[in-house]
């Protein structure tokens, strides 16, 4: 199915055609080849694939190959991270929220306990939204449909039935990128404290809304009306996941369910605050500080940085058990792409995926995808 959204993006040949052959896979266990992309996707076991195509800083047009439409919503996995960041930063602006404020000051339902590691070094938002906060568990894996599943209080504490460690401090905040799904969740529970909200009531009113997001949402155990429409994952060999998918409580750290319309709608929106045009969500500032690499980590606030000038890029990665993603954009061109897939094989196709785009619609130099 695809969708044109920009009434010239088959006069400027921006067809999806374009990137529906010499893609350059690295099936498992195989050698490198060259293969067209229905190829591709029966080689890696990939039963769905929905892109977004951004140009001209709007949506130039939405495809989906296999089985999805553009309505279907996959598990964007820490994707999620990066609306995340949105929604804090838009705190920070209200002055509800502090970059460098020790989260101590403001969280009741978690504490950076006192030791040699934070004695003069507190943790803050910054260092949280920018890995770099020296705080544990990378990754959350999920629960099969219907086990039980912990909240906010006990993802953090890794109290039953929580099956991921507690959250702690395991190095000086500020010293080292390590990539840290626990210290999103700290910012989750930031964000709760301080709208007074749910995350998804909170994220609705500061992201979804202004950005008209109509197809995220963080509920988890998805909603019925998710269930409608939702991609099955599937493992790297083409196995359904049992249950369709799992359950990903850790909401900041990769509970979004979304699609790449939807997300494509963000990264345009943060195109145009980065830029100083008019935007419903961040203002310039705070955009270009959102996009600036901490403290010579490869992060910015939320999200991957590379490059400078026409050059400079915005990137995040996901990967869900069953799911994987990619999106990037870049701010000065106006040009980027939001990938997504229902396959632990995901990366591997929306990496070749991405680098055909960025010859195909003549993108400013792309070196290595970061995350």
């Known amino acids: 199915m695809l969708i044109l959204r920009a009434g010239d993006a088959l006069a400027r040949d921006l067809s999806p055609?374009?990137?529906?052959?010499?893609?350059?896979i690295s099936p498992p266990g195989a050698s490198?080849?060259?293969?067209?992309?229905?190829?591709?996707?029966?080689?890696?076991h990939v039963p769905a694939l929905s892109v977004a195509l951004i140009d001209g800083n709007r949506i130039a047009w939405t495809k989906t190959w296999g089985d999805a439409t553009s309505q279907t919503m996959f598990q964007a996995a820490s994707l999620s991270k990066l609306v995340t960041a949105v929604?804090?930063?838009?705190?920070?602006?209200r002055g509800a929220l502090a970059l460098d404020r020790d989260v101590n000051d403001d969280l009741t339902i978690w504490n950076a306990q006192q030791s040699a590691l934070t004695k003069n070094h507190p943790v803050t938002l910054r260092w949280l939204l920018s890995m770099r906060a020296g705080v544990n568990v990378p990754g959350y894996p999920g629960y099969p449909p219907g086990a039980p599943t912990p909240d906010l209080a006990q993802i953090l504490s890794g109290a039953p039935p929580a099956t991921s460690p507690a959250v702690r401090v395991v190095d000086v905040p500020g010293r080292a990128y390590a990539y840290s799904g626990g210290g999103y969740e700290i910012v989750q529970a930031l964000v709760e404290a301080k709208s007074g909200k749910s995350f998804e009531a909170a994220m609705r009113e500061l992201v979804f809304g202004p950005a008209k997001m109509t197809e995220s949402s963080f509920a988890q155990p998805p909603s019925p009306s998710i269930v409608s429409r939702a991609a099955r994952g599937h493992f790297a060999d083409g196995a359904e996941l049992p249950g369709g998918w799992r359950v990903v409580p850790a909401l900041a750290a990769g509970g979004l369910w979304s699609t790449p319309n939807d997300l494509a709608k963000l990264l345009v929106e943060l195109?145009?605050?980065h830029r100083g045009e008019g935007n419903p969500l961040l203002s310039r500032k705070t955009a270009?500080?959102?996009?600036?690499?901490?403290?010579?980590g490869p992060y910015g606030l939320g999200g991957a940085v590379a490059g400078s000038g026409k050059r400079f890029v915005l990137m995040?990665?996901?990967q869900n058990v069953g799911y994987q993603s990619y999106m990037l954009v870049f701010p000065e061109t106006g040009q980027g792409i939001v990938v997504m897939t229902n396959s632990d094989n995901g990366t591997t196709l929306a990496t070749a995926v991405i680098y055909r785009a960025a010859a195909a619609y003549r993108w400013p130099a792309l070196d290595k995808l970061e995350d």
Not at 17 to 24: H, M, N, T, V, Y
Not at 32 to 44: C, D, I, Q, S, V
Not at 288 to 296: A, I, S, V
């Open 32 to 44: 490198p080849r060259r293969l067209n992309l229905k190829e591709a996707m029966r080689a890696l």
């Open 17 to 24: 055609a374009k990137i529906e052959s010499a893609l350059e």
């Open 87 to 93: 929604g804090a930063l838009r705190l920070v602006e």
């Open 271 to 273: 195109s145009r605050a």
């Open 316 to 318: 995040k990665r996901g």
């Open 288 to 296: 270009l500080e959102m996009m600036t690499p901490q403290n010579g």
